[in-house]
């Protein structure tokens, strides 16, 4: 089946510009999540939505980064007037259940990220 | 401490070795564990998960010790396309739902 897809694949935007990052994620899953990584370094967490949960938006590096999911499915992330530092690459994982207990839990699928160079 | 803590190596290997990296975790209500490979410039993928019996898929092994706080991998015949950057990954409970953490991963290299 299809997995997780993001959009753009690839964005070029001027500093100060406002970007927005499509996440659909695999059809059934629940859980998403949005994490960050730049060249070389590890994964970063961002934001995490779960049902009709209040998100967990703990990871957002500041105010200029903000995130919806629109009737438990595609989300979008927002970077509200880019800085150089946010280029990295963005990618969303999408797992089908979350809160479980014991080691059940349903493992995250990544798509192919977006990466996002700020110039 | 880092929630979850990895040598960053990089592990050079010449094909055909075994080859193991280790994963702690800090704290013991970590729940569930898994093991992703991550290529040069591509999206992580999920290896396996680890149970605490521990699970083999064909070359590869994973272990978990819950009295330690550590998770394992061992890879046996290393083959040429065993190269990437492998990432620990451990769930903890937190407000209702499983919060994911990744660790920064280690390179492994494979020689010819």
């Known amino acids: 089946g299809a997995g997780v897809s993001q959009s753009p694949s690839n964005k070029v935007t001027e500093k100060g510009k406002d970007v927005e990052l499509r996440c659909d994620p695999i059809?059934?899953?629940?859980?998403l999540y949005w994490y960050r990584q730049s060249l070389g370094q590890g994964l970063e967490f961002l934001i995490y939505?779960?049902?009709?949960?209040?998100?967990?938006k703990s990871g957002l590096p500041s105010d200029r980064f903000s995130a919806e999911r629109t009737g438990g499915s595609v989300s979008t992330l927002t970077i509200q007037r880019t800085q150089q530092e946010d280029s990295a690459v963005y990618l969303c994982?999408?797992?089908?259940?979350?809160?479980?207990?014991?080691?059940?839990?349903?493992?995250?699928?990544f798509g192919n990220g977006t990466r996002l160079t700020v110039t | 401490r880092k929630e979850v803590e990895q040598d960053p190596g990089p592990f050079n290997v010449p094909e055909g070795a075994t080859v193991a990296f280790n994963c702690t975790y800090s704290?013991?209500?970590?729940?569930?564990f898994f093991w992703y490979r991550q290529d040069c410039r591509k999206e992580p993928k999920l290896l396996m998960s680890?149970?605490?019996s521990g699970n083999e898929d064909g070359r590869f092994t994973a272990q978990l010790n819950r009295a330690s706080q550590y998770i394992s991998l061992l890879i046996r015949d290393s083959k040429l396309s065993d190269s990437a950057t492998y990432l620990c990954?451990?769930?903890?409970?937190?407000?209702?739902?499983?919060?994911?953490?990744f660790g920064t991963g280690t390179k492994l290299q494979v020689i010819p």
């Open positions: 994982a999408s797992s089908l259940e979350s809160g479980l207990a014991g080691e059940g839990y349903s493992p995250l699928h």
């Open positions: 059809s059934g899953h629940t859980a």
């Open positions: 939505f779960q049902g009709n949960s209040a998100p967990d």
């Open positions: 704290n013991s209500a970590s729940q569930s």
């Open positions: 680890v149970y605490s």
């Open positions: 990954v451990v769930t903890l409970p937190q407000r209702g739902y499983q919060k994911v953490t």
